[in-house]
């Protein structure tokens, strides 16, 4: 399964590198944008899925359906065909294709590429993380002081307010703050141990779906700060990735912060 992801991943990502990357439409304020790059990029993934897999369900970003009860479903596939679309429209190269495996609610397989880089991130549930055919893990640093961590910049107003505000907090600690723009690349960039943490809210199922199980798989969490207890990709408010004891520091700093 991994090798037909990849293979999918990998020419959807030249179907983007050859396209237009004319917007097609507006989804909201905040520069949230289609381009036919993302058009192109999907057609291609989910005929090959639908091709390969006949009978089984997609969720994709630019095609959602109204699927109900997802975690009920034996074979589910989540699709973002460019997440980053925003930096692609700007040539800024930072940008990603992801695809997920699901079974009832769980990610057993998943890629992330990025094409600019011709790095594939891939993990299967119970056998490690990897990047181009090496294993991956996450970083073992123990202290915010001196980590860097990306904090997503949402596209409305609430959710950012769910998270910029503590990048002033984390600062205090002596993090470094950054934010490139690509959630799910930024989640394999934890995962390989080049980013600390991350935090981002309002993000869907097809953001971090791959990124779910990689980043387990690299050997780090991915939780809902706002939720801690309760995790699904299909319902969380924010989320907050790293290893586990950077998470328990990142959450106290948070809650903290918010008690002040």
Known sequence: MINFISNVAKEAGSIILKSSKTTVRNKEHGGNIVLVSDIQSEQYILSSIQKKYPGHTILS?????SIDHLETIANVWIVDPLDGTTNAKHE?????????YVQYGKVIAGGIY???RDEFFYAEKGKGAFCNGKPIIITDATSIDGLIINIGSPYNQEN????????KAFHEHGARIVNFGSSALECAWVANGRLGAYLEAGLKSWDIAAANLLVSEAGGV??????????????????LVGNQKIVDVLYDVMKTYENK
């Open 61 to 65: 970003e630019e095609t959602p359906s």
């Open 92 to 100: 800024i190269p930072f940008y990603s294709i992801s695809i997920a």
């Open 114 to 116: 990025d094409l600019l």
């Open 160 to 167: 950012f307010q769910l998270t910029y505000p503590f990048g």
């Open 222 to 239: 991915m939780i809902d700060p706002y939720k801690k207890n309760h995790f699904s990709i299909f319902d969380q408010k924010a989320i």
